[in-house]
T-cell receptor, first 110, second 116 residues
């Protein structure tokens, strides 16, 4: 079953704008991770936020986590055409398994 | 850098054929995973392994088996391929049993399998 669900499923923005996508999950987690996938390729890890953290930054990425609402958001600031990709959240409960959501497809138009 | 390689980028097979998908990682990771990815469904875990010769079922193991004879290699086997197994297959690995190294997964480029 899907632990993470992303919203929206697709997003189209102009270069320079910010892109925000949300993720909801169902059960308690140890951490929540965000991955990026360029078309037809494997996933690349972007950022991890632990269950006791509320916000984390990495370059142009900002991730928030609200464990009371079981939700997370990923913000990409000042987007570039190269940010065009699909973005997945992945929830990690106990053990080494990740449960992925359906992804958000982001198109950044030049 | 961690490198995870998969034996084929594209594969076309016929219904009923036995299919082997190979995955190799070069970072001495304990954990390896096989996912399938379908539009709108995200990644679904088929099988994973946390040690040589060890395997555990994921969320959708039916119709698949796996083999892990060596630490660096994890094979996914479709005993008798069916059209509903047409999909993108992604292999991943992660290191250790605890700590940060075990928390993120490193993915291969994927194998796009078409079963006719």
């Amino acid at each position: 079953s899907q632990q993470g669900e992303e919203d929206p499923q697709a997003l189209s923005i102009q270069e320079g704008e910010n892109a925000t996508m949300n993720c909801s999950y169902k059960t308690s987690i140890n951490n929540l991770q965000w991955y990026r996938q360029n078309s037809g390729r494997g996933l690349v890890h972007l950022i991890l936020i632990r269950s006791n953290e509320r916000e984390k930054h990495s370059g142009r990425l900002r991730v928030t986590l609200d464990t009371s609402k079981k939700s997370s958001s990923l913000l990409i600031t000042a987007s570039r055409a190269a940010d065009t990709a699909s973005y997945f959240c992945a929830a990690k409960a106990a053990g080494n398994k990740l449960t992925f959501g359906g992804g958000t497809r982001v198109l950044v138009k030049p | 850098d961690v490198k995870v390689t998969q034996s084929s980028r594209y594969l076309v097979k016929r219904t009923g054929e036995k299919v082997f998908l190979e995955c190799v990682q070069d970072m001495d990771h304990e954990n390896m995973f096989w996912y399938r990815q379908d539009p709108g469904l995200g990644l679904r875990l088929i099988y994973f392994s946390y040690d040589v010769k060890m395997k555990e079922k994921g969320d959708i193991p039916e119709g698949y088996s796996v083999s892990r004879e060596k630490k660096e290699r994890f094979s996914l086997i479709l005993e008798s391929a069916s059209t509903n197994q047409t999909s993108m297959y992604l292999c991943a690995s992660s290191g250790g049993t605890s700590g940060r190294a075990s928390e993120t997964q490193y993915f291969g480029p994927g194998t796009r399998l078409l079963v006719l």
